[in-house]
């Protein structure tokens, strides 16, 4: 048995529908990126920027600094933990996080004809077909970016799927049954699933990383983790020897650890003693620092007076996602749930948008696909009133507590 499904392929191609269609069908937990981002921020990170490494390729700062490496990082290990009970389906750029070639996963592309695409935008988004298609050139550049980013190269994804289906071809339906017919045609899982110790082993090196990439006597490092029964394996290169034994001393105190084998970290510079190890290293990283800094100042002015120059507040308002045909009611005439009900009335009518009610004012949300993944719930919405649209310009959303 398969222990998580991975649902990838193009942007608009029909594979959330499929991934959270699968789920229900499978019993398995479906993995909203929502969910590991609120994770990986537990460990010091901004929303926002996670949010933004999850879905946009890297800009020119990123060049000149770690934090890029550091949210993938924190992703990645949210989402190993997100996944180590198995039983679980993700999909869109989650999945890219996955190790290829593991057994447990079934990697499953969609593909889908532009004209299925087009619509798929237009009814997510409320775009015109022209509106559409340029938002479909749009998100391929950045998807292909993305990969780049992640792997080094241009991989291509045909090559790391398992099955590839063609919604031109079948419809979502017919696609969910043919790959939940083949995660439920290997025999039952056993009460200790062969698939546990992977997923755990996975977990555990994630979280080395994490580790690692807070650390600040390794945090100017990158070296590969793998992890077998709470025996972690480092490999890579480093400039020094001290950076080796901080790299062990780092990686001992994660829990779960139980011993650490460093010997395949190769030394760039052998001969180079310990009091001059860090002195080398300094020029490097203080004026990759003060670049950062420099574009994150300049970041800051820019919208600080887009910011003055509008005349908006950037607030907190706690509301429930609805629309604006039910505002606060949702009951549906079929007895389908709040969430249902929601989309449905998004879905069938082009003038209903996805909106926030406070209990008193009803606000209309600029971003309708995060307020999509977010129907019928209780949620805490950052953003500011436009005043010359009416619409909260939203920042950031989550669940709220």
Not at 130 to 141: G, K, M, Q, T
Not at 178 to 205: D, F, H, K, Q, Y
Not at 294 to 305: E, H
Request: charged letters at 25%.
């Amino acid at each position: 048995m398969r222990a998580v499904v991975v649902i990838f392929g193009s942007p608009f191609s029909g594979k959330t529908r499929l991934a959270r269609m699968l789920a229900g069908t499978l019993g398995y937990r479906c993995i909203e990126s929502q969910v590991v981002i609120e994770r990986a921020a537990a460990w010091g990170a901004s929303q926002d920027d996670l949010r933004n490494r999850l879905s946009k390729p890297p800009g020119f700062s990123d060049r000149v600094s770690h934090k890029r490496r550091i949210h993938l990082t924190l992703l990645q290990a949210a989402l190993a933990e997100e996944i180590r009970e198995g039983n679980a389906v993700c999909y869109g750029n989650l999945g890219d996080f996955l190790p290829n070639g593991d057994r447990w996963f079934l990697r499953v592309q969609v593909l889908a004809p532009l004209e299925f695409r087009i619509n798929e935008a237009r009814e997510r988004l409320k775009l015109g077909r022209a509106e559409a298609l340029d938002c479909i050139h749009r998100v391929d550049r950045d998807r292909e970016k993305w990969l780049r980013q992640l792997h080094g190269t241009n991989t291509s994804e045909s090559s790391r799927c398992d099955l590839m289906i063609n919604l031109e071809n079948v419809d979502l339906e017919s696609a969910c049954s043919t790959v939940a017919g083949i995660v439920n045609g290997n025999v039952a899982s056993p009460s200790c699933p062969a698939w546990r110790p992977a997923l755990e082993a996975l977990a555990l090196s994630s979280r080395v990383k994490v580790a690692l990439a807070r650390a600040p006597a390794t945090v100017h490092l990158e070296v590969d983790v793998s992890a077998e029964a709470g025996s972690v394996s480092i490999s890579g290169k480093v400039p020094s020897y001290d950076d080796v034994q901080e790299v062990e001393r780092v990686a001992r105190q994660v829990p779960g650890v139980t011993e650490v084998e460093t010997s395949d970290i190769r030394v760039s510079n052998p001969e180079m003693s310990p009091a001059f190890a860090v002195p080398l290293r300094m020029p490097r990283l203080f004026w990759a620092g003060w670049y950062a800094m420099g574009f994150s100042l300049l970041a800051l002015i820019v919208a600080t007076t887009l910011f003055l120059f509008r005349g908006d507040r950037v607030q907190t308002f706690t509301g429930v996602i609805t629309d604006t045909r039910c505002a606060n009611s949702h009951i549906a005439a079929s007895g389908a749930r709040d969430s249902e009900c929601v989309r449905a009335c998004v879905k069938r009518d082009s003038a209903v948008k996805y909106a926030l009610y406070d209990g008193q004012r009803l606000y209309i949300l600029s971003d309708q696909l995060i307020a999509e993944g977010f129907a019928a719930e209780r949620v805490e919405v950052t953003g500011a009133i436009d005043h010359k649209s009416g619409q909260l310009r939203v920042q950031s959303i989550r669940r709220s507590s």
